[in-house]
């Protein structure tokens, strides 16, 4: 069993000051002063003093076999790296394919995401892609979320988005109404989820199947809402405002677009239970001028997710408390997942910062150390 003592608690509310025991992959204890001597399991005692305990972030979005290649084949974006991740405090994610469905495929995503999870993290995956008809792992999205454990919905479909293959609304509401029956079947969220792009339709499409089916509006659920410009952002405030949730995605290095998105939510007085941010790590970066011409190219990286967080309290000076669900509980509520939050009964997935820099000192992962103040878990291959 492992002790983290002395540390401030936020589970992801401010709880204060707690000790919390890990024992195997589980959080079994939260108190103030657990007494050492009555446990003489205990194997590690991590002394916590002037650091936070958090839960570990939970990503909806990352690209864990790259993304890409609207540049050729050459611009394809590596694959994610097992240090990189943890170095960024997520300790659940779900992966996606994006723009090419082709040379990436879903198998080979399913296999990668159980070489995260065998590495001790927890992982889940999106089936499909931008495209409809979409590729699925069985031939049917539906028998995919049913009978394959880590499929929790079907995304991420491109709306909005000359990327996209300009799918009808008919389309978009049966694949919408299939993941949610798939999802009631098999006890799972069966969330559609859906690529907002920078076009003029925004999320009109998403709106029209609310209006026009009886699909609940919080089966549907847009991503990128927060870097597409202030229209889209406006329809995300309308969206929220009839109890709907949307993802943001984290600002890259020098960034402040996301940051200036939440402080408008912030400020429109939006339901922030109802708003997820992730990373869409190693995924294309590309940028477009007005006559569709790339521009510029580049890949996103799973640091900026945190940093994001991190930027909101240090920069902006949010509360921890206020900030701190958007990138843990409200994800996995959204995916019906029991991450995102310390509870005894829970999984050990655990980031303990700095409370003055909120550097990264210590990830726990299902009770396993992934990373301490001078060390990360190498990939096998880490000469690569």
């Known amino acids: ?25 589980k959080i079994l204890q939260m108190a103030q002063q657990i007494d050492v ?14 650091k936070l305990i958090a839960p570990g972030l939970v990503d909806i979005h990352m690209h864990v076999t790259g993304g890409g290649g609207e540049k050729g084949p050459y611009s394809r974006t590596p694959e994610a790296k097992l240090d990189q991740v943890i170095e960024g405090g997520i300790t659940s994610l779900v992966g996606l394919l994006g723009t090419d469905g082709v040379s990436r495929s879903l198998p080979n995503l399913l296999t990668k995401l159980k070489s995260f999870d065998d590495q ?15 590729p699925t792992l069985t031939g049917s999205y539906m028998t995919d979320i049913m009978l394959i454990d880590r499929v929790v919905g079907f995304g991420e479909i491109a709306i909005a988005d000359h990327r996209s293959s300009a799918p009808t609304l008919e389309e978009l509401s049966r694949i919408a109404a299939d993941a949610r029956v798939a999802g009631m079947l098999s006890g799972k969220a069966g969330l559609a989820y859906f690529h907002v792009g920078s076009g003029k339709a925004k999320i009109d499409q998403l709106f029209a199947i ?7 509006i919080t089966q549907l659920l847009p991503t990128h809402m927060s870097d597409r410009g202030d229209a889209l952002l406006t329809e995300g405030i309308k969206w929220l405002r009839v109890g709907g949730r949307l993802d943001l995605t984290a600002d890259g290095e020098n960034d402040t677009t996301t940051a200036a998105a939440l402080i408008r939510l912030d400020a429109e007085k939006v339901p922030f239970q109802n708003v997820s941010m992730s990373s869409d790590a ?23 997710l945190y940093n994001t967080f991190r930027k909101m309290v240090l920069k902006f000076g949010w509360k921890i408390e206020k900030m701190l669900p958007v990138v ?3 994800p996995a509520t959204f995916l019906g997942i029991p991450k995102g939050e310390l509870l005894p009964g829970r999984d050990a997935d655990i980031i303990v910062l700095d409370q003055k820099t909120l550097d990264i000192n210590y990830v726990y992962s299902k009770g ?17």
């Not at 001597?37 to 002037?50: E, F, Q, W, Y």
């Not at 993290?121 to 892609?129: A, E, I, P, V």
């Open 1 to 25: 069993m492992t002790l983290l003592k002395g540390g401030v608690v936020y589970s992801p509310d401010y709880e204060g000051p707690l000790d919390v025991l890990i024992g195997g992959n």
């Open 120 to 134: 001790g993290l927890s992982t889940y995956m999106w089936s499909g892609n931008y495209h409809v008809p979409p």
């Open 282 to 304: 190693y995924g294309s970066n590309p940028v477009f001028n007005s006559a569709g011409v790339l521009i510029a190219y580049d890949y996103m990286k799973p640091a900026n």
């Open 368 to 384: 396993q150390l992934l990373k301490t103040p001078t060390w990360i878990k190498p990939p096998m291959f880490d000469c690569i």
């Open 210 to 216: 609310v209006e026009q089916t009886d699909i609940p």
């Open 37 to 50: 001597a009555s446990l003489a399991a205990i194997t590690n005692i991590v002394d916590c003093t002037g």
């Open 328 to 330: 843990t509980r409200n």
